[in-house]
């Protein structure tokens, strides 16, 4: 079902936002191959127009593999890298407008003819409104037109040329399901398509229409786990709501903790770095932990302003991670929780549930790993609890790293009965897998 350039599942993948094509190849060779991430997710890499703030990369003016990001030849090389230490590379493909300008790109070409002419605000329980009026303003291409689904189909064989070997379909909603439809069948390899469709209840357009065409992101998951972590409901009831009626099927859904535009504009529903304390790092944990769906981390800038573009160095010359670029997919546990979705990917369900009653949770998965999660904010977890583990001595891979067999951190002690003696600290998190394991057994 989920295979990937590895062979394997699909395990989690990282929303490099923003990041050039040469800080990204260097990074899948370092950071993401050995960690285990399935795929990076770039910026759209199509010609935009030229603008400072992040968003001018949605609104196209051609489909030529140029701008910020860098140059097409750099973009070929990010691929050939990822490609070779095991990422595949997925492109933010906007094909569903493009840029705020006059309705006439003579670099696709496209002409008035191949545009929507609604201008109206959307109405978003209006179908028709929503799927051929401008959104925000951007010219809505008419991709029911066959000329315009080929030269959709072109762009994105041009990338699959290059390597690339999935794509989130910005702005889906905005597009009829059997127009997706169409322009997939045009492909000419068959590759990893998620589809940005964000679910309201009321609205006319819902995502269950579009998972004929692939997976669809399900962001009941990201306001549920900004509702649980920022304290609005006792954190032990989450695994009640998540995959109940009327969420997506798992192997259908994309899930992720924030993305960029929640990050900026939805922050009272939505965990971002910005959240004090360690809220986005246990969130992060949680959902790399907890077997929904196929997970995408978000790696940020810091900002200030919602318009303010990236960092003018990249992280690899100058900017660097923790000063200019957050790099939350670098902060240990949940870089090493890549590691443990994938090594727990066998037994994809829950085990040994325990919790106190309140915000402190822990569940294994099925003997294959088991992680506690503590969402109190003074109360700390001193707790013996039934892993459902092979007896040994495990890295808390939260709290070290295992390195050459060794942990360098903290490690968690699983006795012939399956139980664990668990010390974890307020808005803290531990956690422990067969890849983890340092001694005995
Ligand atoms: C920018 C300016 C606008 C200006 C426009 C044209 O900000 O003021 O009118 O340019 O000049 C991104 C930014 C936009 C930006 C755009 C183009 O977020 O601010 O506009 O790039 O540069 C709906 C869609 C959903 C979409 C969100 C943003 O359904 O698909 O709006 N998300 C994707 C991307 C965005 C991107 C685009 C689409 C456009 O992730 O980053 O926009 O390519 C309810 C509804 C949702 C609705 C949501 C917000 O929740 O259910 O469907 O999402 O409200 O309106
Ligand atoms: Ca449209």
Avoid at 9 to 37: T, Y
Avoid at 52 to 80: C, D, K, L, N, T
Avoid at 188 to 195: A, D, E, G, L, S
Avoid at 388 to 406: A, F, H, P
């Amino acid at each position: 079902l989920f295979s990937s350039a590895r062979g394997e599942s699909r395990i989690a993948f990282v929303h490099l936002f923003e990041w050039s094509w040469n800080d990204i190849g260097k990074e899948c060779e370092r950071q993401l191959g050995p960690k285990g991430f399935t795929a990076v997710q770039v910026s759209p890499p199509q010609q935009s127009v030229d603008r400072s703030e992040w968003w001018s990369r949605y609104q196209p003016i051609s489909y030529a593999i140029e701008g910020r990001g860098g140059s097409r030849s750099e973009f070929r090389a990010m691929v050939r890298r990822c490609a070779s230490a095991g990422v595949d590379v997925y492109v933010d493909a906007v094909i569903n407008h493009m840029a705020a300008l006059n309705r006439d790109f003579p670099l696709v070409p496209y002409t008035s003819n191949d545009f929507h002419t609604c201008r109206s605000t959307i109405n978003y329980s209006n179908r028709f409104e929503v799927q051929n009026c401008d959104l925000v303003g951007l010219n809505d291409l008419k991709t029911e037109s066959e000329y315009v689904r080929r030269k959709i189909a072109d762009y994105m064989n041009d990338l699959i040329d290059l390597g690339v070997k999935g794509f989130r379909l910005d702005a889906a909603k905005h597009m009829a399901s059997g127009d997706i439809r169409a322009i997939v069948s045009k492909l000419k390899r068959r590759v990893f398509i998620f589809q940005e469709v964000i679910g309201a209840g009321g609205e006319a357009v819902q995502p269950s229409e579009y998972v004929s065409n692939g997976a669809v992101t399900e962001f009941k998951f990201e306001r549920t786990v900004g509702h649980f972590f920022k304290g609005r409901a006792k954190l032990k009831d989450i695994r009640h709501v998540i995959n109940s009626r009327g969420w997506m099927r798992s192997d259908d859904a994309v899930v992720f903790v924030s993305n960029h535009d929640d990050q900026r504009q939805n922050t009272q529903a939505t965990l971002t770095y910005k959240d004090i304390g360690n809220l986005y790092y246990i969130g992060e944990i949680f959902s790399l932990a907890y077997p929904y769906g196929y997970p995408k981390v978000m790696s940020s800038y810091f900002f200030e302003d919602h318009d303010q573009g990236p960092p003018r160095h990249g992280v690899h010359s100058g900017g660097a991670c923790g000063r200019e670029w957050v790099c939350e997919h670098r902060w240990r546990g949940i870089s090493n929780m890549v590691e443990f979705r994938g090594k727990t990917s066998g037994k994809f369900f829950v085990s040994h549930w325990w919790d106190n009653g309140n915000h402190q949770i822990g569940f294994g998965r099925g003997g294959l790993g088991y992680v506690m999660i503590n969402r109190e904010d003074f109360a700390t977890i001193d707790k013996v609890v039934d892993t459902g583990m092979r007896q040994g001595t495990y890295c808390d891979i939260v709290n070290g790293e295992v390195k050459d067999g060794l942990c360098d951190g903290a490690t968690i002690s699983v006795g012939a009965d399956g139980k664990a003696h668990f010390k974890v600290g307020a808005i803290g998190a531990a956690a422990i897998h067969v890849g983890s394991l340092v001694r005995g057994g």
